[in-house]
């Protein structure tokens, strides 16, 4: 892991090969095509000279597809490799099982040490985890083994499920007492965490850098954070599936894709892809995990991919402009229009009497609002915010108001902000 991370370093600040990317994809085709039933017959023979075009003929592979082949998709050395079961998330849907193997692990938590020291926190320095995930907090919180990689780590794990009063204000004491060199976050609790700050008037202490990940970022949601904490947010793109993909850092604009792991695609509704800067959905190849092949994988996320050559380094850096969120916090209208996610949060999240709010697409004419109050709520607020879904979803859109004490976030610990139940 440590050695990998060096290298990586080394080759970040020399200069990141050309070839890095498209030499990891033929390798990763090659084994497939020789070790792997379910590619055996999807991959021509003969030599693989431009890794990309081959890579463009080959079927999507989706959670359904890895259930019903589980056994032919994986390699037929897999003995020989220190393998291990995971699972996805599930924010979405069913999760489905996976098999890793100990040279991905390496390189994921090698890219993720990387994401870490670009954005000012080098190996060993204090870091406090603001988490939701039930696993990584046991994993990282509890017995002796999460003691000692804890301690070892300079790491402090602070469970975003548990944002109670008490524990909001023991944590930005915590903040104030000492600031981490790096407080990575889940994106809602940190900007709860923020708002909570600046709704209750405590004064926090400039901190040094934010990172956020699982779970999109609003806008709002980072000017939020960067006000409150007096430091830059940067957002960090991963999955269970397969780790970190993406990072802002310093040295570009959007998120740097790291070239060891995986390759992006942006493809439409049709499975093509789409210009560089049009928003479609991110189909991931995963390059260092040979146990089981993720090849044309979607994710079941949305994205938009900067022009090529985007970057410091040249045709070297790809770079995500955007994530804009899972593909079914998309909404939908009857002719396959998409109407993106972050049109609703703008609806709401400016109106000081709402805590928490969801949109729940429950038809192709029916919006659910579903919204926790701090605050009495104007008596035209309701009409207001229904005109603008309807500007977007139709005039004859039924627009429904839930008022709840709390929502909940879905069983991974992300929170959701739109669902759309049409498929």
Not at 28 to 36: G, I, Q
Not at 74 to 80: E, F, G, L, Y
Request: glycine share 8%; aromatic share 10%; hydrophobic share 40%.
């Amino acid at each position: 892991m440590y050695p990998l991370y060096w290298e990586y370093l080394r080759q970040f600040e020399e200069g990141i090969p050309l070839d890095t990317t498209v030499f990891g994809l033929g390798r990763l085709l090659e084994h497939a095509r020789s070790n792997v039933p379910y590619y055996a017959d999807l991959i021509p023979g003969g030599p693989l000279s431009d890794p990309f075009k081959t890579l463009g003929k080959m079927p999507l592979l989706t959670k359904d597809v890895i259930r019903r082949e589980f056994s032919r998709l994986q390699s037929a050395d897999i003995a020989s490799r220190n393998w291990y079961f995971n699972t996805s998330g599930g924010s979405t849907g069913t999760p489905v099982r996976l098999i890793q193997d100990s040279a991905y692990a390496a390189s994921m938590t090698a890219v993720k040490l990387l994401f870490s020291h670009l954005a000012g926190r080098d190996v060993g320095e204090p870091e406090i985890l603001l988490w939701g995930s039930q696993r990584d907090i046991i994993e990282h919180g509890r017995g002796t083994r999460a003691w000692i990689r804890s301690t070892l780590s300079n790491t402090t794990t602070v469970n975003a499920f548990r944002m109670t009063r008490e524990a909001m204000v023991n944590l930005i004491e915590m903040l104030n007492r000492r600031p981490p060199n790096l407080l990575l976050a889940y994106a809602q609790a940190a900007y709860e965490l923020a708002a909570f700050a600046e709704r209750e008037g405590i004064a926090v202490r400039p901190q040094r850098a934010v990172m956020t990940s699982a779970g999109t970022l609003y806008p709002f949601m980072r000017e939020t954070i960067e006000r409150v904490f007096g430091c830059r947010v940067f957002n960090r793109y991963g999955s269970r599936e397969v780790g970190d993909m993406a990072c802002e850092i310093p040295q570009c604009e959007g998120l740097w894709v790291a070239p060891w792991g995986v390759h992006i695609e942006v493809l439409d509704e049709a499975g093509d892809p789409v210009p560089d800067g049009t928003e479609g959905e991110l189909v991931v190849t995963l390059l260092t995990n040979y146990a089981m092949p993720l090849v044309r994988y979607r994710i079941g996320d949305r994205g938009v991919l900067a022009p090529a050559g985007t970057g410091w380094q040249g045709d070297a850096a790809r770079v995500l402009q955007r994530v804009t969120g899972r593909t079914v916090d998309a909404f939908r209208l009857p002719d396959g229009t998409l109407i993106d996610g972050e049109y609703f949060t703008h609806l709401l999240y400016f109106r000081d009497w709402v805590s928490r709010f969801q949109f729940i697409q429950k038809g192709y004419a029916s919006i659910l609002v579903r919204v926790v109050r701090c605050a009495d709520q104007p008596g035209d607020a309701e009409r207001q915010i229904a005109d603008g879904v309807r500007a977007v979803m139709g005039d004859g859109c039924r627009v429904d108001f839930e008022y709840c004490d709390r929502i909940e976030p879905a069983a991974s610990g992300k929170y959701r902000y739109t669902i759309s139940e049409v498929s």
